[in-house]
T-cell receptor
Framework: DGGITQSPKYLFRKEGQNVTLSCEQNLNHDAMYWYRQDPGQGLRLIYYSQIVNDFQKGDIAEGYSVSREKKESFPLTVTSAQKNPTAFYLC????????????????FGPGTRLTVL | AQSVAQPEDQVNVAEGNPLTVKCTYSVSGNPYLFWYVQYPNRGLQFLLKYITGDNLVKGSYGFEAEFNKSQTSFHLKKPSALVSDSALYFC????????????FGAGTRLTVKP
């Protein structure tokens, strides 16, 4: 899992509640990503950030929000607008998100399993 | 848009036998291809990648992958499987025009039996 940490490992959410998932990296990477993993569906991109104070929506951004105030941190908030949030959430980072980084590897954190009660 | 397909949900092999996990891709332009492995309740671990050059790419834990442009395939292989190789394997392709757009296959569960 390299130098990427995610917390908590398990998270439980009640209906109508917002929750925030933490992602921190010490790899000095510019780019960070959030993916959602559901059984049999692979990974789907929620949000990504190429650089501090900038982020872009991925394929399934509805009901989620992010911030990128520091290079090493990219927290994900699952809002009450996300109707089916139960999933395994994975954070990743890569050296750069610009076109010069096409060959860069994305490295993943250990994940957070979110369950709606 | 680019995509990958992993045609087998499940692959079973006996320990000591060679293993192959299949992946085919679709992309406009030069492909950037990756293999990852995931153990239960863990993140994805990088195994290897193809960017350019030799079609046979060697990676971690004795795994290798063969890039075949004519068949648009990037199959993962290992000459002798271990029980500890049992895990979920993902193939991924990056959009050559958008470094942030990585598409993952649905995954193949590999089971190695003693």
């Amino acid at each position: 899992d390299g130098g990427i940490t995610q917390s908590p490992k398990y998270l439980f959410r009640k209906e109508g509640q917002n929750v925030t998932l933490s992602c921190e990296q010490n790899l000095n990477h510019d780019a960070m990503y959030w993916y959602r993993q559901d059984p049999g569906q692979g990974l789907r991109l929620i949000y990504y950030s190429q650089i501090v104070n900038d982020f872009q929506k991925g394929d399934i951004a509805e009901g989620y929000s992010v911030s990128r105030e520091k290079k090493e941190s990219f927290p994900l908030t699952v809002t009450s607008a996300q109707k089916n949030p139960t999933a395994f959430y994975l954070c990743a980072s890569s050296r750069t998100g610009t076109s010069g980084g096409r060959a860069d590897t994305q490295y993943f954190g250990p994940g957070t399993r979110l369950t709606v009660l | 848009a680019q995509s990958v397909a992993q045609p087998e949900d499940q692959v079973n092999v006996a320990e000591g036998n060679p293993l192959t996990v299949k992946c085919t891709y679709s992309v406009s332009g030069n492909p950037y291809l990756f293999w990852y492995v995931q153990y239960p309740n863990r993140g994805l671990q990088f195994l290897l990648k193809y960017i350019t050059g030799d079609n046979l790419v060697k990676g971690s834990y004795g795994f290798e992958a063969e890039f075949n442009k004519s068949q648009t395939s990037f199959h993962l292989k290992k000459p002798s499987a271990l029980v500890s190789d049992s895990a979920l394997y993902f193939c991924a392709v990056r959009d050559p025009d958008n470094n942030n757009d990585m598409r993952f296959g649905a995954g193949t569960r590999l089971t190695v039996k003693p």
